[in-house]
């Protein structure tokens, strides 16, 4: 402050002038102080939101949260697991996968989740299409609401500027699903579950790029398929994922068929 009012120092101390000249200084030097303090602090109230989230450039920490690229959208086939385990709410449709989720994701490898606890799974709000559920999206454990509460807890909360309610999450990955058929493009190609044949997995992805004209990945457990991934933008539309995000890769699958214990 005694800088500010360009008084002397000595010892520390600020000796100041107390003429007029001297005092008007003083006075636009304290009114420069207080508008810097009101600066300061009008800086801070902008940086807060209304639920009192800190933000940065105008981004809530919530918004940054849940901040993402595209979709991954994760399908399963069943007869690889439930080969091995009881899956008591797996309905046997011959070849069929079924729903995981719809992830997601950013370019860099990262994602987001648990974005926000405030919207809670109610299994009362998708009850229209909960027998779809149950056939295209189950379980391989022993709870339906668990494995959906799951999804939409730590999935759906962070893609709510794409599906603003738990209803619309759960539809349009059921439309998805109906859309690019799995089963569909692998059958047209030749390719079915078999206990003898092994597939080259750049078999299954070209089968699936010839008829949705995209490039999947494709993941395998112990030598066996388990689950065929597509990139989805935020506007639904599928694109070629990037083959570094593979996890488990492999150059040869069986497609065990599927049969409930």
Not at 169 to 195: C, E, M, N
Not at 229 to 253: R, T
């Amino acid at each position: 402050l005694a800088t500010l009012l360009s008084c002397p120092t000595y010892q520390g101390v600020a000796n100041c002038d107390y003429t007029q000249p001297a005092m008007d200084s003083c006075l636009r030097a304290l009114a420069l102080v207080s508008l810097v303090y009101i600066a300061n602090g009008a800086r801070l109230l902008s940086s807060t939101s209304v639920f009192g989230h800190m933000s940065t450039a105008g981004v809530t920490v919530r918004d940054a949260a849940r901040d993402f690229d595209y979709f991954m959208f994760v399908r399963q086939w069943p007869g690889s697991f439930c080969s091995k385990h009881a899956c008591p709410l797996v309905s046997n449709h011959g070849f069929h996968f079924t729903i995981h989720g719809l992830w997601p994701n950013r370019k860099d490898g990262t994602w987001p989740q648990f974005c926000d606890t405030d919207y809670d799974f109610e299994e009362d709000k998708i009850d229209d299409l909960l027998d779809e559920l149950k056939s295209e999206w189950p379980t391989v454990y022993d709870s339906y609401e668990e494995f959906w509460d799951h999804e939409w807890s730590k999935h759906g909360t962070c893609a709510l500027d794409v599906f603003p309610s738990e209803h619309s999450y759960f539809k349009s990955i059921l439309r998805l699903h109906r859309q690019y058929d799995l089963a569909a493009a692998l059958g047209q190609a030749g390719i079915v579950p078999s206990t003898k044949v092994v597939y080259r997995t750049k078999d299954l992805s070209k089968a699936i790029y010839d008829m949705y004209g995209v490039r999947p990945l494709v993941h395998c457990s112990n030598g066996q398929l388990s689950e065929i991934w597509i990139c989805i933008d935020k506007k639904l539309q599928p694109f070629d994922c990037d083959a570094s995000h593979e996890h488990n890769p492999c150059q040869k699958v069986t497609i065990p068929p599927f049969s409930t214990n």
